[in-house]
């Protein structure tokens, strides 16, 4: 391994540094050191950088904008891309002038790097409609992607008397339906890197999109650029739903702390209803949480008091801290629903 880091180092220049620590690059601030390390500012560099790691058997592994994982304390072996892609692009439109105003859909081209807020901010501010609901997701372009990141408003307060509606309640207990939006709802096409160092465009229809998951996740495609297409749209009152959305993240998520999302999946409401949980909820929080472990910690890793499907990091936490959390979440759960948890967030690296 050794001989194959000098070569790609050789082949790459000093823009490939060793032994860089990556807890910073993460929400959670967790996590030891990257064999190599590598800051793909293009999409050419990005392939470039994949393509010839690959070439001399080096692991790669894609860091985006740092949400949604766990790197283990021993750090990630082999090659790691930080994807700092930044670029975002009106490619066209189709439709017609009608009453004043343009009516159809607008194609937005946007590199895999660039922050799904700062993206969401882009198309809100120009008028387009489909992404607002997702301002304040934490993550790159492409983790978004990865994962199909959704919004779903769970509860949200009355206008006039500012408290929460039982209807809304339930459904933060997952006893009604809750509405939902996809990333992948929006999306219309993409390009990506295969396994065989291929670049080929791909149509949504490719990703497979699901609750919590795409196809990537078990093909290894690498997302390089994703086109969107949006409708256009009031902007003002876009961004009233935006707002309201990042008003709703704050008032029922924790802020200001050190975590990387969601830690585990919601189940399904046919899981619910067959191990009968609470009322059938579907919310993994509501079942950590039912359980008694709103509050737990270990060393200064701690299952938050404010939403028990978020683990935060209250200072120096470890990754083998997280992992403890996990099990004995995903254990009790088990052992008093009979429910198997599945983790949301993404495990990279040793422990």
């Known amino acids: 391994m050794d001989d194959k880091i000098t070569k790609l180092q050789t082949l790459l220049g000093e823009r490939v540094k060793k032994n860089v620590p990556l807890a910073p690059f993460t929400t ?11 800051e793909a500012r293009t999409i050419e560099e990005f392939v470039e950088v994949v393509t010839k790691a690959r070439e001399l058997g080096i692991p790669v592994t894609i860091l985006g904008g740092g949400s949604n994982v766990l790197i283990g304390d021993k750090g990630i072996r082999g090659l790691v891309v930080k994807n700092n892609t930044g670029a975002i692009t009106i490619r066209g439109m189709k439709g017609k002038y009608q009453s004043g105003g343009s009516v159809g859909s607008v194609y ?46 769970a509860a949200s307060k009355d206008a006039t008397q500012g408290i929460v509606t039982e209807n809304n309640r339930r459904r933060y207990l997952g006893t009604l339906p809750m509405p939902a939006s996809y990333v992948g709802d929006a999306v219309y096409q993409a390009t ?10 791909v149509d949504r229809s490719y990703f497979r999109f699901a609750y919590d998951t795409s196809v990537i996740q078990k093909t290894g495609d690498i997302v390089l650029r994703v086109v969107f297409v ?27 702390v050190k975590s990387p999302g969601c830690t585990f999946r919601n189940i399904t409401k046919a ?30 890793a701690q299952i938050s008091p404010v939403h028990a499907n ?24 088990k052992e008093q629903f009979g429910v198997n948890l599945e983790e949301e967030i993404v495990r990279l690296g040793e422990l």
């Open 192 to 201: 990506i890197l295969t396994p065989e160092n291929v670049v080929t465009a």
């Open 271 to 300: 899981q619910a209803v067959a191990t009968a949980t609470p009322n059938h909820t579907t919310s993994a929080g509501f079942l950590v949480d039912h359980v008694g472990l709103k509050g737990k910690a270990v060393g200064d």
């Open 108 to 153: 937005v081209e946007v590199d895999s790097g660039v922050v799904f807020n700062k993206f969401v901010r882009f198309t809100v501010e120009e008028g387009l409609k489909g992404l607002e609901m997702h301002l304040g997701l934490p993550g790159s372009v492409g983790g978004a992607i990865f994962m199909n990141s959704k919004w779903t408003k």
């Open 28 to 38: 959670f601030k967790i996590g030891g050191p990257a064999d190599l390390y590598y």
């Open 230 to 256: 949006l409708t256009p749209g009031d902007k003002q009152a876009l961004w009233e739903v935006a707002n309201e959305s990042v008003s709703y993240r704050r008032e029922s998520q924790p802020q200001g």
């Open 310 to 333: 978020f683990i935060v990091n209250n200072g120096h936490a470890k990754a083998i801290d997280v992992v403890q959390l996990i099990e004995l979440a995903r254990g009790k759960v």
